[in-house]
């Protein structure tokens, strides 16, 4: 860990993968009468904040709830204003804290602009190698939508013969989700006042802890998460078991 991180104690027990549901910004925005793009433009600053403090204290995985397949829904400049944050930052990744920490995007790029698709291919390819942490981030993303995609992967092997139905358990089936290759989620923030999750990773979550704040997102700062890391070390996590 670098030396000038360790600013908040931390629990002996971490999780391996914590997901975050950035919401709370256009709230954030409301409250102090700016246009809802302002509480995105906010909420990215968190978002840079809370990736360099998980890296610093060494989270192996974290993964971002950025825009869902309904959030679509919204009025055109608000998705627009969102979509430029994306380029925003992919560029600002590779000159500031690109290093070690690998990216990936989870979700369905191809309805994505052709650039913002071809600067998130370039950093998954440019970042494949680093290990110390991952980060993923869910663009066009929806839990329902990767189950779907994954069972057609899985339809296409057995149709062409090169996958035996009885073949088919779950932990062959996860790995054709988005996020097949990393480890389901332990630790799951959301911020904002909400209590579901909105379609953020229904597979991953079979078994993960939840953590609820009131905190809008744009103020969910290092502080706020040293809080839910304590929490969650508390949890006994069964499994089922005893
Ligand atoms: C989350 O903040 C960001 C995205 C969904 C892209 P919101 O924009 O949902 O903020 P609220 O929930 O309206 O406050
Ligand atoms: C979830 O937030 C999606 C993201 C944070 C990207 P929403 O604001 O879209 O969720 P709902 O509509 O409150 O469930
Ligand atoms: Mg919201």
Known sequence: MAKDVKKFDLPEVLPDHIGFIMDGNGRWAKKRFLPRKL????????FKKIVRY??????????????????????????????????????EAREHFLEETRIVFLGDKSVLADDIREKMIAIEEDTRHFDKMTLLLAVNYGGRDE???????????????????EDITEEKFSSYLYAGEFPDVDLLIRPSGELRISNYMIWQCAYAEFYFSDVLWPDFLPEELNKALFDYAKRSRRFGGV
């Open 54 to 91: 998980c890296r610093d204290i060494g989270i192996k995985c974290i993964s971002f709830y950025a825009f869902s397949t309904e959030n679509w829904k919204r009025p055109n400049d608000e998705v627009d204003a969102i979509m430029n944050l994306f380029r925003q930052y992919i560029d």
């Open 147 to 165: 189950i779907v995609h994954a069972a057609k992967l899985v339809s296409e092997k057995v149709r062409n013969g090169e996958m035996n139905i």
């Open 39 to 46: 509480g995105h433009v906010e909420g990215a600053k968190t």
